[in-house]
Structure formats: structure tokens, C-alpha cells
């Protein structure tokens, strides 16, 4: 018990830092891009489709490579290691090259960001999600605190980015070097079994999911549903900014409301286990899309500051259950062996794939209708796909059996 708490407290710290070093780089990347760099919403939309591509291609090697070492914290190490040159990256590397030239610039910052960010965050979850299931803690209470770091680092970013943007990086910095001091202090124990189930992966067990319809299900899911509140979010602060008399208190007051938006999330993910554990993890994802369809259609509908906030804060409603219901449905499902190829390309892959083929669309489609009649067309397309998978989804693990017994034939 003594080292269960320990744990739990030492992994909710680690996700408390790594949010608040990723929300005091990312939080206002997209306004950063667009006041600082002075790019327009097309080669906006063309960052975060470099950065959703290279992200890509680190999400199944990072599952793939994460089942394989089991409980040991290798890649968590080494991404933490990673973020401790967020600040130099940004400021020395990243924003010069852009300036210099787009391409070239997204190329570079995909490649950093996919893989200490955008592809790391995944790694992490399934990490930690594992230790939960191994020492008995709720995974969202400890994925709560990621939601408090978020809040607290997007609580200043506003006022410091209005001061100099930098000092936002080199906080992300300082944070990071945290980050490494309480991963090296974690200490995790491998018994035989587990060394032997981590060790049973192989690449054919991971080809074998892709027989599997009811992963492509679950893919179908999440590109139509799961990536569209990520390219909803990606240049919503220039939009909402745009909203007020001066683009710095539109910066400043964004700050405000992400931040109390994370905190209302953090008390979500508190709150998630006992919805998804109620409803089932099939009934959870649905509700979790429909609630955001009824927040992108709402955006496109409503007008003015006070308006849009009130849509923005349905994110903090809809994610916790969607996170949460994710990891149950893989895990009621599928073979838990997988649990990291499982997220990571089942969910994480899947989104960028999504985000990947949607960013540069949503980007031109803002420069040329705007971005509330492009509101409209997203939310309609999210309730689409919601409404299919209410008859693709599963109501069971009746599938877990073969699709165990498929994989093993590949041992």
C-alpha cells in the first residue's frame, strides 16, 4: 500500500510538470504562430499537419517499443530529457527557421515536437495507465493533476506571452528539469510473468489487431470523432482573440478562460471513472461525442466573447469521459499485452491520421468562410460519425477471445 501511494503521488506529479511544461510552450502556439511569426491560417494549418505527420510515424514505434520494456521507464526518461531543451529549441532553432522558411521550419519543429510532445504524451498515458492497473489506482485521478499543470501554466501564459513570449519557453525549461528529478526517483518492479508478457510481443501480434474489424471500428471512431476536437482547438485562441478590442487582451483573457476550463477538467477526470463505470465504455465514447458535436455546432452559432467561452467550456465535460472510456473499452476488449500499440495507434494514430488529412482543410476553410460557418461544418461531420458508431462500437469483450487467439497464432 505504502508503495502504491508513493507512486500515485510521484506519477501525478510527473504528469502535473509535463502539462505544465507542454501548456507553457503549446497552449498559445497557435497565436504564436500567428502574432509572433506572422504566418497565415493556411501555413498555420500547414504546421500542424507537418506536426501531426511526424507524429505518426513516432506513435507506433512508441507503442510498439512500450509493450516491449513492459514497466521499465526508458522512453519516459528520455522524452523528459527531451523537453528540458523546449526554450532553446523555440526561441534559437524553431521560430528563426520558420521565419526563414515554412517548410523547412514545420520539418524541424515536427520532428522535435512529435516526438517529446505530440507522440510523448501517449507514451505516457499507457505508462502510468499500466502502473495504475498493476498497483490498484484510479488511472483518472492521477491524470487529473496533468489537467491541473495544463490549468496552471495556461493561468500566466497569457499575461507572460503579452510581456515576451520567450519567457514562456524557458519556464517550460525550468519545468522539464522537475520532470527529470521525479523519474529518476521512480522506482517500478518487474515480476517474471510480466518480464515474459512483455517480452511475448512481437510484430506479428501487432499485425494481427489489423485483422481485427472492430479495431478498425474503433479507428473509424476516433478519426471521425476523437481528431476533430484537436483541429478545433488547434487556431481557436486567434479566433477567440479576434473576438475583442485588442488581440493582447483577447491573448490575456484565453489564458483566463483555458485556465479555468483545465481546472473544471481536472475535476472531470475525478469524476469519469464513475460515469464510464455507470454507462459502459462504448455508451461513454458516445456521449462524449455527442457533447462535442454540440460544442463545435454551437461555436459556429453563437457570437461575442461570452458565447463562445460558453461552448469552449464544454471541452472540460466531454474529454475526461472520452479519455477515461477510451482505456476501459481497450482494455474490456482487446488483448491487454498491447495496451501501448492499442492506445497509440488504435487512438493516438488514428487522431493524427485525422488531424493530418483535416488541419490543412480546417486552416484554408477558416481563411475563406470563416471560422463559424467552418464550426458548423466539423460539428456536423463529428455527429455523423457519432450517430454511425452507436451501431459499430461494442457493447462487450465478445471479440477478445478470437482476438486474442489471432494474435497468439503469430508468437
Known amino acids: 500500500m505504502k508503495s502504491s501511494n508513493s507512486l500515485y503521488w510521484k506519477l501525478s506529479a510527473y504528469f502535473f510538470f509535463f502539462f ?28 500542424f499537419s507537418v506536426n501531426a505527420i511526424f507524429t505518426l510515424c513516432m ?44 517548410f523547412l521550419g514545420a520539418i524541424v519543429g515536427g520532428i522535435y515536437l512529435g516526438t517529446a510532445f505530440l507522440a510523448g504524451i501517449g507514451a505516457i498515458e499507457t505508462f502510468i495507465e499500466k502502473v495504475s492497473r498493476k498497483y490498484h489506482f484510479e488511472y483518472g485521478r492521477t491524470r487529473m493533476w496533468g489537467s491541473l499543470g495544463w490549468a496552471a501554466a495556461t493561468f500566466f501564459a497569457g499575461q507572460l506571452f503579452n510581456i515576451d513570449p520567450n519567457i514562456n519557453f524557458w519556464v517550460a525549461s525550468v519545468s522539464a528539469v522537475i520532470l527529470v528529478a521525479i523519474i529518476v526517483s521512480v522506482k517500478i518492479e518487474m515480476t517474471d510473468y510480466e518480464k515474459e508478457r512483455a517480452d511475448s510481443v512481437g510484430l506479428k501480434d501487432v499485425g494481427g489487431l489489423f485483422l481485427l474489424k472492430d479495431f478498425w471500428f474503433l479507428m473509424l471512431y476516433v478519426i471521425g470523432v476523437t481528431c476533430v476536437y484537436g483541429v478545433y482547438d488547434q487556431q481557436f485562441p486567434l479566433y477567440y482573440a479576434s473576438l475583442f478590442p485588442t488581440p493582447a487582451l483577447g491573448n490575456q483573457i484565453f489564458g483566463y478562460l483555458n485556465s479555468f476550463q483545465v481546472f473544471i477538467e481536472a475535476g472531470m477526470m475525478f469524476l469519469a471513472p ?12 458516445i456521449l462524449a461525442g455527442l457533447l462535442m458535436a454540440f ?3 454551437g461555436s459556429g452559432l453563437v457570437s461575442g466573447p461570452v458565447g463562445i467561452s460558453s461552448m469552449k467550456l464544454i471541452h472540460a465535460l466531454e474529454l475526461p469521459i472520452m479519455l477515461i472510456a477510451v482505456f476501459k473499452y481497450l482494455a474490456t476488449n482487446f488483448d491487454n499485452r498491447l495496451s501501448s500499440v492499442l492506445y497509440l495507434v488504435g487512438f493516438q ?17 477558416y481563411d475563406s468562410i470563416g471560422f463559424r460557418h467552418t464550426y458548423l461544418i466539423m460539428g456536423a461531420m463529428v455527429l455523423c460519425f457519432t450517430i454511425i458508431s452507436i451501431f459499430t462500437l461494442l457493447d462487450s469483450k465478445k471479440d477478445v477471445e478470437f482476438a486474442q487467439s489471432l494474435q497468439r497464432k503469430h508468437i
Open 295 to 297: 460544442r463545435i455546432i
Open 59 to 102: 506513435q507506433p514505434l512508441y507503442g510498439f517499443i512500450s509493450d516491449k520494456l513492459g514497466l521499465k521507464k526508458n522512453i519516459l526518461f528520455m522524452i523528459s530529457l527531451l523537453l528540458v531543451f523546449t526554450g532553446p529549441f523555440y526561441i534559437f532553432v524553431y521560430g528563426p527557421l520558420l521565419q526563414y522558411n515554412v
Open 20 to 47: 505544465f511544461t507542454w501548456s507553457s510552450s503549446y497552449s498559445l502556439f497557435a497565436i504564436w504562430l500567428g502574432q509572433e511569426i506572422n504566418l497565415n491560417g493556411s501555413a498555420t494549418g500547414i504546421i
Open 349 to 365: 494514430f488514428a487522431s493524427q491520421v485525422g488531424t493530418s488529412i483535416f488541419s490543412p482543410l480546417a486552416g484554408g476553410l
Open 274 to 285: 464513475f460515469i464510464v463505470n455507470k454507462l459502459g465504455p462504448k455508451k461513454s465514447l
